[in-house]
């Protein structure tokens, strides 16, 4: 073989062994937990030599997680008192004092916590033999998959939609409100999302993991007047097969003036709100909505907005033309007939001008800082809201353009 050859093939094989050479692990965290004082001396400690190894040695121990990543709280108790404590990440090794130098009544406690998932916590003896530790941890029964906040007519409500029922505790606080919810874990992505949650009466949400529990903090607007009302209930979503825990917030006065001032302004609307081009806004805003979350938002559920939207409906029938609405698949509903006005509402997602007529209540109820928040409470609660306001400028581009059509 010539020279040129040999160096070439001598190469290949050099490359080829390194490529086959296996991938140095990343290092374990070595974390070092031994209290400052040492053990007082035994009469046991007369016989440590007989084993040199396990007495003298290197004292170690691993400790995995299954799922890798939890968070370890690390404890060296000595005689029911903490002697010293750690924190790190699975995996780890643990580098504890030599065993001649310990008590027997010395041992280290490993508390695991990872979100979505059971504490779980494990008790090893200095003294013990044992060097590796494995924590296999258990999903946590329940979980918040979705929370939805609804502001209109100056009521509030604040629900959470969970796998199984929550057991759920309500606590005070300085500037709103806890809600804790018992062994839930926070659904994935959930957390972003209540970072920008605000609404009539609510300036901010927060959602931690505390243990097993999943506490989210509600802080309150300040209020004009009296502090609001809290009250709770139950529900279902049958079509999700989840369940509902909602805590609204009522005014001092029960919410009677508010449904008061809902009617003027149902009473103040006309046809020309949900006719021409109104339904152009409409169309382009629902061609954006999730069909699916439209008609759950609009569907009955024993919510403080139902009679509203019994009363848009049976406004609606009174703004078309014929006292008729019109729905998607063709049929219609004379809304002043109640057998038929309560078809309507149980499918009010595919009525013709129900969305407009919603828009335009929204504008004459609501102050116009609170109007994009107060529609997207009513037709699409748990769509994020930045989503919404591009749902939104899409839909009056439309209109406007079908105005500018119609000049």
Not at 194 to 221: F, K, M, T, W, Y
Not at 229 to 253: E, K, M, N, Y
Not at 304 to 330: I, K, N
């Amino acid at each position: 073989m010539s020279r040129p050859r040999a160096l070439l093939f001598g190469t290949l094989v050099a490359l080829a062994a390194f490529a086959v050479l296996p991938t140095a692990a990343h290092p374990e965290e070595v974390i070092h937990l031994a209290p400052e004082d040492k053990a007082a001396w035994s009469p046991g400690k007369l016989f440590s030599w007989l084993r040199p190894g396990h007495n003298f040695g290197e004292r170690r121990i691993q400790v995995e997680t299954t799922p890798p990543g939890a968070m370890l709280d690390l404890f060296y108790v000595r005689a029911n008192f903490q002697k010293a404590y750690e924190q790190a990440q699975a995996p780890v090794t643990i580098v504890l004092p030599r065993r001649v130098e310990a008590t027997d009544r010395d041992s280290v406690t490993i508390r695991a916590f990872l979100d979505g998932y059971r504490q779980k916590e494990v008790n090893v003896r200095v003294h013990d033999s044992r060097d590796h530790v494995l924590l296999e941890l258990e999903p946590l029964p329940n979980t918040l998959g979705a929370l939805s906040l609804v502001g209109f007519g100056g009521r509030t409500a604040l629900s959470f939609l969970t796998e199984v029922p929550a057991e759920v505790r309500i606590q005070n606080a300085r500037s709103g409100f806890r809600v804790i919810l018992n062994e839930t874990a926070l659904g994935p992505g959930l957390g972003d999302a209540l970072a920008g949650l605000r609404g009539p009466g609510i300036a901010g949400i927060e959602a931690q993991q505390v243990g097993n529990d999943l506490l989210v903090s509600v802080e309150l607007a300040e209020p004009q007047g009296e502090p609001p009302v809290l009250r709770q209930r139950i529900g279902h979503d049958p079509v999700r097969d989840l369940h509902v825990f909602t805590v609204d917030l009522l005014p001092a006065d029960g919410g009677a003036a508010a449904v008061e001032a809902a009617r003027a302004a149902l009473e103040r609307l006309r046809p020309e709100d949900v006719t021409g081009c109104a339904l152009a806004f409409e169309d382009a805003l629902r061609a954006q909505l999730d069909p699916s979350g439209l008609a759950r938002a609009l569907a009955p559920r024993g919510a403080f907005t139902d009679p509203y939207y019994r009363a848009a409906m049976r406004r609606l029938g009174e703004l078309s033309p014929a006292g008729v609405v019109a729905m998607a698949d063709g049929s219609r509903y004379r809304t002043a007939i109640p057998l038929e006005l309560s078809a309507a509402v149980s499918d009010a997602a595919a009525a013709r001008g129900y969305l407009a007529l919603l828009r335009a209540w929204v504008r004459e109820l609501e102050p116009p800082d609170a109007r994009d928040f107060a529609l997207r409470s009513l037709i699409a609660p748990e769509m994020p809201p930045e989503d919404f306001a591009r749902a939104l400028a899409r839909a009056r581009e439309a209109e406007a353009r079908c105005r500018s059509g119609s000049l």
